[in-house]
């Protein structure tokens, strides 16, 4: 019993020790440190500063691989690349005359797997496309290159382009353009002067001539390379309103209407002749322009789109991604026993072509069928008869011995995709 109370006496004992003790201990910390509500911010201040640090030195995050269903159909993660440009298109503005353009387009890779760049088509052969590298690893850069040189015998409006495939999943395709205006002192719009007709025909066309020069210009003579079977005149004349608008043509100081006849008696065939301009100007005081068509002999083509005095056929307009088809029709005279063969090139070569079969019209009459089309992945821009740089057409070549070659000029505009 004596012992039972000698441990009780002993853990009170220790408990009020314990209680004094640390009431002392606590009265001597209040007076060493006393409490300040501005200490009670600046450590708040501290542990914030704290997690931020913590916050900018976690591992940085990249794009979302894509996921991908296993045979057990759980998902996986699969790496993909990501194709980011800083520009898809370049405005050059004014051009000077034989000058030739280039622009640097650079793509990012912005993905965790490595993006691939191939050439699908350009907007024409004059213009060169340079990858620098078709793999390029994720966080790497990749630059493309548009080159060319823009027709020389004048000025206008162009536009060149490219389009490029790529393994990005969400952009398996992009597009590049540059565009801009190029100037000469003299501008003929349009050169070559397209010129058709059938054997006893006598046609004419006209092309406009714009002098650029600060000063009047005066045209003295024109000279026909084949006087036989062509002449030409000339007639001054002045802006339209729709010219005054043009940043290029409203400059200029004398304009002129141009007018070629051809003459009957040339022979079938495609031909090409020249017209040499003598003008009292100081830049360019002799032009060339050039005159280039068809005489049909029994030979037609028959279309609403088709143009017969100037050749042209009028493919229309559309949008990228959406294909657009035409169909003429070729009148031609087929002898007894004859069977003759037929080839068509086109350009550019995006655009498509397709013969379709010979059928019987009247007598030894016969109609071949010509589709052309302008597929979904055509390249954006226009092709005009005036732009003699960029121009498309098609060529038909024949066994025929009437029909032989047939050279036409093609008109389109391919526009972006609106949303």
Known sequence: MRTIFSVIVTVITSVIVGIVG?????????????YSPEQEKAALAAKNHEADESQETATPTTVPDAETATPSGTRTSKPVPQAVLDEEEFN????????????????????NANLTLTMLNKSCSCTNVDISQTSVAPGKDARITLSWKPNTTGGGSYTQGASIKTNDPNRPQFILRVYGVYSAPVLVSPNPLPLNAFASQEVSNQTRIYMLEPQPVNIRELLCEDAEHFAASFEKSSLTDEEKKNNM???????????VTLKPGLPFGPYQTQIRILSDSKLEPELTLTVKGQVFGSTSIISADYNP?????????TEHGTPLKKT?????????????????????????AELGEVRGNIGDNRILPVTITIPEDAVLGSSTAADSENMAEIVITSSNKEMSTIRIPLEYSVAEKKN
Do not use: C
Not at 250 to 259: F, M
Not at 309 to 317: A, I, S
Not at 328 to 333: A, H, N, Q, S, V
């Open 309 to 317: 005095r100037t050749g042209v056929f009028y493919l229309g307009k």
């Open 22 to 34: 640390g009431h002392l201990a606590g009265i001597y910390f209040a007076q060493e440190h006393p």
């Open 92 to 111: 050059f503005g004014v051009f000077e005359k034989e000058q030739k353009g280039e622009h640097r387009f650079v793509v990012h890779n912005k993905g």
């Open 328 to 352: 003429l029709m070729i009148r031609f005279t087929q002898t007894e026993g004859e069977t003759p063969e037929f080839k068509a090139e086109i350009q550019p070569e995006w655009l498509r």
């Open 249 to 259: 043509l409203d400059s200029a100081q004398s304009v002129y209407d141009l007018k």
